[in-house]
């Protein structure tokens, strides 16, 4: 089992930025690819983007393309999120999560580890 932690969170004006981070621990060698996800109030939760630990190819969900991009630092285990332009539609709680099988994907279902969670909150 992975365990996550996400932290960044927070209130920003719309136009503003953020960064999330995201540590894993536990059987991390068994992860190859982490993705992040959001969740709005009445909403399903929505994939936004996600990584490979191998070789740093990165996919992204339309709503964000351009203005959020994902990274990784392998030596911590640590999975990044900068958010920019951001808008009040991004207020969301932000989900870091895990997948044990190879290929980037957007599905929920996908994945195997998540995190409690952290609230972004874009004011306009």
């Known amino acids: 089992q992975v365990q996550l932690v996400e932290s960044g969170g927070g209130l920003v004006q719309a136009g503003g930025s953020l960064r999330l981070s995201c540590i894993a621990s536990?059987?991390?060698?068994?992860?190859?690819?982490m993705g992040w996800f959001r969740q709005a109030p009445g909403k399903e939760r929505e994939f936004v983007t996600a990584?490979?630990?191998?070789?740093?190819?990165?996919y992204y969900g339309d709503s964000v393309k351009g203005r959020f991009t994902i990274s990784r630092d392998n030596a911590k285990n640590t999975v990044y999120l900068q958010m920019n332009s951001l808008k009040p539609e991004d207020t969301a709680v932000y989900y870091c999560?895990?997948?044990?099988?190879?290929?980037?994907?957007?599905?929920?279902?996908?994945?195997?580890?998540w995190g409690q969670g952290t609230q972004v909150t874009v004011s306009s």
């Open positions: 999560a895990a997948r044990t099988g190879w290929g980037l994907t957007g599905r929920r279902s996908d994945y195997d580890s």
């Open positions: 536990g059987r991390t060698n068994r992860n190859y690819v």
């Open positions: 990584i490979s630990w191998s070789d740093g190819s990165t």
